[in-house]
């Protein structure tokens, strides 16, 4: 009877696994992890800092190397990869899928992998090098080169004696390719329709002509065709139409998980492939560029305010209010970035309809600005006893919610324009932009009007 | 020969059609729409504004209706229904696929979708009563129940003969699932299996023991163990193992990109089915809550000042630099707490290993806090010629990145045992804490060694 899946089950393993190694159970453990498929110690090696992923490491059976490094995150793997020793490492990748040996090439340095190469035999060595050829984030760089091909003449009865000869399908099968004689793809035929067409049928009746992807289209591109159109496999073929290989979906969910995350990381300025567990100092260094950045914004709305210096010493109230009308304008600013750049991942944004978008921004920008003047009016009013400093709060936080929703939109559309990174250089240029527009705003009218 | 994907396709489909609105060729738009595929017709719904997307609508052909209604994300979908005719709407939710018309059904107002269940036929009642009594966010809400059955002591021949007059396999079927007499499960059997068997070997020989999902399981967890063991689709089965349906990849991948999105839109305090091209005032008011909530905060951070205004009167340079220990101690903060929330999506985070990940993270601001603290000394000390301001805002910097570290792990993993969402409140909470610890020990130290 199969069993069914309990919710807190990784967790009580990951739990024993480490009650284990921490009294010294040494081969209890070794056993576990016999038992776990490489997908769940990959988990628990994630789940661990690091002196028990090495620990975990080391009492691992070297036959599983391959399996669990192909799933692991990169920056988990390059640190285990970095402790192994050579051999045993090309060992490993020797036995890895072609996607999985090159990106694990490609993410090692220069020289490691230029040696581990040299150390393979040549078969491998060629599938890795067409692979890293292609470059990174492309359709190649993914692609898995264990195809099946059809001829389409051949009959539904013949393919069926050659599968049962053959008796092994690659992983994640759900299509087979037919092909012309120079390697041209014709089609895709589905493994259903073997199953149900009649013995006899030639198997070019049973062709679905599908569209192929080609090797060099980005990679997130190729996710949102396959999100879009529900594929479980796609072709990939050359610019003369020549068959090289085939995307599957575990491969895209991958990437759809990533790029989906990639947006939110960076937008607080972390890299992609952070480690939760990574040591203390790797992180601090990790992070100290972009608080480096935000620190040098935060000094750009202090050089603003200082240019007020005199306002602010006759009236320290302008001191106190200072803030709200910059953190109105980042918020406000930031819904509206975060909303364009989850619709140009989406790809629901293009220049047909940006202008409209930015447009539609800068009008909720204008009615959140009349909403939350006229409220921050009165709060003022209220608090402070003084109508016209009201009037003066009101009238910044206008200003800068209209700037906040025209920068929120404009910038991830120009930024894209400029192949910049929108989710990571995008809220930084929008604090900096609401930060000065709500300062000068504020501390200028008050000036002009108060003093 | 197939065609090759052009990046630019769907944007310059999507000019087209535009286009020809505006032009008002609605034959033409017409023609266009009957050659697109139900997902490219979807998209372009969604990538256009409500008056564009009412006029497409009226253009398609009502047998394309459930097709494209299944592609649609909730909020487009939702504005689409609520301007079609009641019978029309009800032959297309009949021609949907049990786990789209769960969906759709359970998004539409109580009222209505009694009434819709009303006008179904008792079949097609039945199964949405089915999947909707399971409850939204659940394996029963999304499976499917158009599976195939076998069992066990049948031949691999005697299968293909059923096959072949069946004649029709459901769309991403790999595996058939094998039932006793009791439709209890017993396990699965890939199609890959079925067709390199040989034709006289009986099922049971071919059965994979898989892990069963229970139909109450939650759908997120449902999405994680799919990308963990790279399934492509996995039956569902209630307490008692009885086989309900299936659960297919295609489904999944919405999933995983959703709850991937869920943190980044929550982070900025906006509805994961924010619809890019809303009307404005709708907009405005979804968006103002979140505003809301942040000008209490700000406000908060305000009166934390007002109770520093005479020291403020006194020294017009604390209020210039009053807001750069905020700034970066809500940077650091928001770094902790995207990183947690990302570890905690993954799995990676359990109570075994969370008060390691908080301690560390506290190091990481301790750390950050030496780093950043002399470099602000150091840059107040040459602009500002005064020394012990340079210190007072270098210990006042100290003390809000530790305050950071701490609340920025501390906050989500407390959240979720308190099951709130980590992503929506965290930001807010977290940004409160920077705000007023860092105005507190800025203010307050220099109050008490300044002034």
Redesign the interface.
Known sequence: ?????E?QH??NQ??AI?DGLGAGMFVQVRQMLQNM?A??VA?LL????SKSRAQIWQLLESDAYSDVLEELSEDVRNGIIRQMVPEKLADALEEMDTDDLVETLSSLPEAVSQDLLNSMDEQDRNRADLGLSYGEDTAGFIMNTDTITLRPEVSVEVI?RY??L????P????TFYVVNRHD????GVA??K?????PDTPIENLIK??????VT??DG?VAS??????W?SA?V?DEH?HLLGRIT??D???I??ED??H???S????DDE?D??AP??K??QR??V??GV??F???M??AV??MF??T??QL?????????V???GG??G??T????I??MA????????SR??IG?EL??GF??GI??AL??AS?IAIWKQDLMLGAVIAFAMMINMVAAGLAGATLPIAMKKLNIDPALAGSVILTTIT?VVGIFAFLGTATWLLI
Chains 1, 2 share one sequence.
């Open positions: 009877m199969p069993e069914t899946f919710s990784s967790h990951l739990q480490n498929p997908c769940d988990l994630e789940s661990s800092r069926l599968l049962r053959r008796g092994d399908i992983d994640d099968t759900d041209k793809l014709i089609g493994l259903t073997l199953l149900t067409a009649a002509i599908s569209e192929a992807i080609p289209m980005d591109e065709l396959f999100e879009r159109y529900d479980l072709p073929v139409n979906i575990d895209v969910v991958d759809i998980r989906a995350e947006s939110m990381m937008m607080a300025g972390l952070e939760t567990f203390v100092f992180s601090t992070r100290s972009w608080l935000n620190l914004t935060a000094l709305a202090a305010s200082d210096e005199e602010l010493s320290a109230v302008l001191a106190i209010l200072n803030t709200i910059p953190s109105m918020a406000a930031n819904q970035l975060t909303l364009v989850r619709g989406l790809g629901h944004v293009s220049p047909g309809n409209w978008l539609k009008a909720i009615f959140n909403i939350w409220l921050i709060v930060d």
